[in-house]
């Protein structure tokens, strides 16, 4: 079943330029004739430039903004439809940068408290839910913490288990690891991975580290914001020509098996990991 559904989605906006000293208004397209499915359960990766369109194409998928021409189904509901959108927004939470935007209250169960009671779910529920979602973030123990203590890693982890309290089906991750560590990148993309394996959430990861989209189960590329890419990680990263015409890299393994191949070594064009690397090399060196 489909979580999300984008039919010919464009979306144009007004920017005021400066022209030969005047300010004037200019129509531009953030998106241009999008056609995405997401199935239910999986977790898809898009990538783009930085103005590319994705961060716009993301606020789409819980109603922040609505399409010019075309439509989007969020599990079946039209996200035109004013009706539905708490609804929609309910079903599909949505994850930015920097987790201190995030973060309303001064202790931690009480701002992953805030989406439920807004919701208008009774209280004893509330603290089931609080204490479920703060356990699958890994930050169980820190509910009378408070948030400006913690690291990034764990914030945004806390931001996580407060959408995780509305009960959604998907989750929408806007390059939530980019004011992060390595090791908080590390802990927010392994939450994310469990969420999508253990708990069936539909994981939607807007990135431009191209290791975090390896094992997504399909990758989108957007470019002038229409859709020039899509397929499963291999088929996308090997290549990496394409790629790199759209101002995007590889992952550095996939990068460096493909300069190999441009100085004669037989190694294969789709490598994705570092053990996919470390085979290759063995079964070369076995050859010689």
Request: hydrophobic content about 40%; charged content about 25%; overall charge negative.
């Amino acid at each position: 079943m489909k979580m999300i559904e984008a039919k010919d989605v464009s979306y144009e906006y007004t920017k005021v330029v400066e022209v030969q000293g005047e300010n004037t208004e200019r129509k531009l397209m953030a998106l241009d004739d999008v056609n995405i499915d997401i199935e239910k359960g999986s977790f898809v990766a898009i990538l783009g430039h930085n103005g590319s369109g994705k961060s716009t194409f993301a606020k789409h998928l819980n109603a922040l903004i609505t399409p010019s021409e075309g439509t989007i189904f969020v599990d079946g509901m039209d996200t035109k439809d004013d009706s539905l959108v708490w609804k929609i927004r309910q079903n599909t939470g949505m994850v930015f940068q920097n987790p201190d935007n995030q973060l309303v209250a001064t202790i931690v169960e009480e701002d992953v408290a805030f989406g439920p009671e807004n919701l208008g779910v009774e209280p004893g529920e509330i603290r089931r839910r609080v204490d479920e979602s703060l356990k699958m973030v890994g930050m169980d123990g820190f509910q009378k913490d408070t948030p400006s203590k913690l690291s990034g890693g764990q914030k945004q982890r806390i931001a996580i288990a407060g959408i995780l309290a509305m009960k959604p089906q998907c989750i929408v991750l806007d390059e939530p690891t980019a004011m992060l560590d390595p090791m908080g990148r590390h802990d927010v993309m392994e939450t994310i991975h469990r969420l999508n394996k253990e708990n069936g959430i539909t994981i939607i990861l807007i990135t431009h580290y191209m290791d975090e989209a390896v094992s997504a189960d399909k990758v989108y590329v957007i470019d002038d914001g229409k859709i020039v890419m899509q397929g499963v990680p291999r088929e996308i990263f090997s290549q990496v020509e394409r790629m790199k015409s759209y101002g995007l890299d590889v992952p550095q393994v996939t990068e460096t098996a493909y300069n190999l191949r441009k100085l004669g070594i037989d190694i294969p064009q789709d490598i994705l990991t570092v053990d996919e690397m470390a085979g290759a090399i063995c079964r070369l060196k076995s050859t010689i």
